[in-house]
């Protein structure tokens, strides 16, 4: 692409940065069915994934059972009223 644009003069923007948690999390939506992918950053594990609310936060919230383990995820984009 670099080549490409200094060849001809074209004026465009080139930003690849593969060592980036968003480029290898966003790698591994691009090629999931379920469009969603997982990378770890420190002692974090995030979650990304496609939807149809657009970009941004949502509320995550996580049931536990009786012993405090986690039996389901649940992300809130929007309220029942909208």
Known sequence: MQSWKEETGRRIMVD??????????????????AEAGIVDIGDAR???AMTGWGD?????FADMDASGAVVAVRVRFCDVDE
């Open 46 to 48: 995030l979650f990304c």
């Open 16 to 33: 690849f940065r593969p060592h980036s948690h968003h480029w290898q999390v966003v790698r591994q939506v691009r090629a999931s069915e």
């Open 56 to 60: 941004g936060c949502f509320p995550v």
